[in-house]
């Protein structure tokens, strides 16, 4: 896709509209408390595609108060927490989309997605 289709200030490989592709790597860390929806209440990358196997590292900005990360199947759930050196970490061995949200700021727009293919 062309650049006319990308915003803001995005690595290589990601796509805005989409899911960030981070096929491929062993380890994939997801900012919990980046900058969005009105505050620090956005997971970055929000969507991103991992391969089977791969380990998701949340980690915590220290912004925008307490956030958790829980899964709308219920399949993880981390604590709530404010601090900078709060991580969650879940390895993925299903394919599929694993949707999740942050309890405190859901009706917000902080929600998730890893698709693990
Ligand atoms: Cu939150």
Redesign the pocket.
Known sequence: MGPATRRGTRTPGDNFDGVADRTGRATVTVQV?AEGNGGY?AFEPPAVRVSRGTTVRWAWTGK?GA?DVIARDGRFESERATSDDTTFSRTFETTGTHRYY?T??RSLG?KGAIVVV
């Open positions: 408390g209440y925008g956030h942050c405190p700021h902080m």
